[in-house]
């Protein structure tokens, strides 16, 4: 299972420039969640500081029990074995097999025998839908494969939890949702804790748990899906409208005169999007830190936008929820929102071709 990261007053600058402060969050253990912002507010060196490759100004992060950026050397490089890192582009070795890639944590790592490594290799392979592609070389294979490859290099230590920075880089929106459904899909099977930095605002919409903004050199929001995507927070609406109006300019902020000259004319960044049903696991598993549609939105008094959580086929999840997980047939450990119960049936379909709620 998966651990939480609970981080506090965190602040990172180099030299005088302020990446950002004062950032306070907890990422819950066994979720996804998805870390958005607009381009250079720190996101990537957020993940860096979370893994240790880089020491904060101020803060704290908890791993569990450790606080990492004051833990010594030998502790912090076993608390990273903790850590599984997807890099934007996979980070793969050009020179080396995908099946030696993948196996380089292991025979770094672990004294495990040749063939207990290629058992270990191979199933993750399997994992991430590569099978077959073992002896190709990165520079052989499509963009979308060598992120898998790096995902399931990313895997092979058994992490309970998983850094992803922008898997959507350089692929096209298909296989930017085939991705997505094998997160999903991995989150399910292996319950790590995901923290996924990207700007696909369809990912933010239908894959986590939990959402969070940074803007402006601090933490804008972070906490679950529906509060983010029912927020009347300007910076919020303009990000998920990807409006022109708005707090945020081509830099990064506007200044007040922009601001002021918008709200003269009248310009509104939009009105919120419906909220759609949120993508399900393949094999019709509820996922551990997934809720009823509509549960967070009704028990804070929100409205949600309308049209909300309204499936292609036109059913109200809200309204379908208790039905069908009542129609769950116990596996293992069965419960709503548990893992073990399984769905009889095909699962509601979700916008990226997997599953949705």
Same mark, same amino acid.
């Given at each position: 299972?998966?651990?939480? %990261?609970?981080?506090?007053?965190?602040?990172?600058?180099?030299?005088?420039?302020?990446?950002?402060?004062?950032?306070?969050?907890?990422?819950?253990?066994?979720?996804?969640?998805?870390?958005?912002?607009?381009?250079?507010?720190?996101?990537?060196?957020?993940?860096?500081?979370?893994?240790?490759?880089?020491?904060?100004?101020?803060?704290? %992060?908890?791993?569990?029990?450790?606080?990492?950026?004051?833990?010594?050397?030998?502790?912090?490089?076993?608390?990273?074995?903790?850590?599984?890192?997807?890099? *934007?582009?996979?980070?793969?070795?050009?020179?080396?097999?995908?099946?030696?890639?993948?196996?380089?944590?292991?025979?770094?790592?672990?004294?495990?025998?040749?063939? &207990?490594?290629?058992?270990?290799?191979?199933?993750?392979?399997?994992?991430?839908?590569?099978? +077959?592609?073992?002896?190709?070389?990165?520079? &052989?294979?499509?963009?979308? /494969?060598?992120?898998?490859?790096?995902?399931?290099?990313?895997?092979?230590?058994?992490?309970?939890?998983?850094?992803?920075?922008?898997?959507?880089?350089?692929?096209?929106?298909?296989?930017?949702?085939?991705?997505? *459904?094998?997160?999903?899909?991995?989150?399910? *099977?292996?319950?790590?804790?995901?923290?996924?930095?990207?700007?696909?605002? =369809?990912?933010?919409?239908?894959? !986590?748990?939990? %959402?969070?903004?940074?803007?402006?050199?601090?933490?804008?929001?972070?906490?679950?899906?529906?509060?983010?995507?029912?927020?009347?927070?300007?910076?919020?609406?303009?990000?998920? =409208?990807?409006?022109? %109006?708005?707090?945020?300019?081509?830099?990064?902020?506007?200044?007040?005169?922009?601001?002021?000259?918008?709200?003269?004319?009248?310009?509104?960044?939009?009105?919120? !999007? !419906?909220?759609?049903?949120? *993508?399900?696991?393949? =094999?019709?598993?509820?996922?551990?830190? /997934?809720?009823?549609?509509?549960?967070?939105?009704?028990?804070?008094?929100?409205?949600?936008?309308?049209?909300?959580?309204?499936?292609?086929? +036109?059913?109200?999840?809200?309204?379908?929820?208790?039905?069908?997980?009542?129609?769950?047939?116990?596996?293992?450990?069965?419960?709503?929102?548990?893992?073990?119960?399984?769905?009889?049936?095909?699962?509601?379909?979700?916008?990226?071709?997997?599953?949705?709620?």
């Amino acid at each position: 299972m998966g651990v939480e %990261i609970r981080v506090e007053g965190l602040t990172k600058s180099f030299g005088r420039q302020v990446i950002w402060q004062d950032v306070s969050l907890t990422i819950p253990a066994g979720e996804i969640s998805v870390l958005l912002g607009p381009s250079g507010t720190g996101k990537s060196v957020f993940l860096k500081s979370l893994v240790g490759l880089l020491k904060p100004d101020r803060g704290h %992060i908890w791993i569990g029990e450790r606080d990492l950026p004051h833990l010594p050397e030998a502790q912090l490089y076993e608390t990273r074995k903790l850590f599984g890192v997807l890099f *934007q582009d996979g980070a793969l070795f050009g020179s080396m097999s995908l099946f030696d890639n993948i196996a380089f944590p292991l025979r770094e790592h672990t004294r495990k025998s040749e063939s &207990e490594v290629k058992r270990i290799v191979l199933e993750k392979m399997d994992m991430v839908g590569l099978l +077959g592609a073992e002896h190709k070389l990165p520079g &052989e294979i499509s963009g979308g /494969m060598r992120k898998r490859a790096g995902l399931a290099r990313a895997l092979v230590l058994d992490p309970e939890i998983l850094l992803v920075d922008e898997p959507d880089s350089g692929l096209d929106p298909v296989r930017t949702a085939f991705l997505n *459904q094998v997160f999903i899909d991995l989150n399910a *099977q292996i319950g790590a804790t995901f923290l996924i930095v990207t700007h696909d605002i =369809n990912t933010a919409r239908t894959v !986590p748990d939990n %959402i969070g903004l940074l803007y402006q050199r601090h933490l804008a929001m972070f906490g679950p899906r529906e509060m983010l995507l029912s927020s009347e927070e300007p910076v919020v609406r303009q990000f998920l =409208n990807a409006s022109k %109006i708005g707090p945020i300019g081509m830099s990064e902020e506007k200044d007040e005169s922009e601001l002021e000259a918008e709200a003269k004319m009248g310009h509104d960044p939009g009105k919120l !999007p !419906p909220i759609p049903p949120q *993508q399900m696991p393949s =094999n019709g598993l509820l996922r551990s830190g /997934m809720h009823a549609p509509g549960a967070w939105c009704a028990a804070h008094g929100v409205t949600p936008p309308p049209g909300s959580f309204i499936d292609d086929l +036109g059913r109200d999840w809200v309204a379908e929820w208790p039905r069908y997980v009542s129609s769950m047939t116990p596996v293992g450990a069965a419960g709503p929102g548990g893992p073990g119960g399984q769905f009889p049936g095909s699962p509601p379909p979700g916008p990226a071709g997997g599953a949705g709620r």
